[in-house]
């Protein structure tokens, strides 16, 4: 691979990750997650998490705060700034999955959800997050 295609493919990567950890934590709210749960969650090894908090806290984007029960752990929390990028940046990705569902009849809709609960439950029996 050439050097401005590993660039531009790393640079893919960050994104999807950033994409990923804004997720989360808007789907936790304002207690956070502690950086293990969220690397877990994504795939991230404990070192590439810590380079990934590292960069959304520069920016201001997240904080980190001890986690109340685990002095070894940390909670990422997103900041007001964090919060406004989170919705800058997943709301298009939202409201594009969304407009997907606009070309299935209710009924199909219906359908989907169903299967879709009965996916999720047989993961969730088998120990996998969802």
Do not use: W
């Not at 401005?4 to 990923?20: D, N, Q, S």
């Not at 969220?38 to 806290?57: F, K, S």
């Not at 009849?105 to 969802?130: K, N, T």
């Amino acid at each position: 691979m050439k050097t401005a295609e590993t660039v531009e493919a790393l640079g893919a990567l960050a994104h999807e990750h950033r994409l990923a950890i804004y997720r989360l934590l808007v789907e936790k709210g304002p207690e956070g997650l502690s950086a293990g749960d969220i690397a877990e969650q994504i795939g991230l090894t404990p070192r590439n998490m810590t380079a990934a908090v590292d960069c959304l806290e520069q920016e201001g984007l997240v904080s980190r705060r001890p986690h109340p029960s685990d002095r070894r752990a940390t909670i990422v929390e997103l900041t007001k700034a964090g919060q406004k990028a989170a919705d800058t940046a997943v709301t298009p990705h939202i409201d594009a999955i969304a407009g997907l569902f606009d070309d299935l009849s209710p009924q199909r809709r219906a359908q989907f959800a169903q299967s879709l609960g009965i996916l999720l439950d047989g993961l969730r029996r088998r120990g996998i997050r969802v």
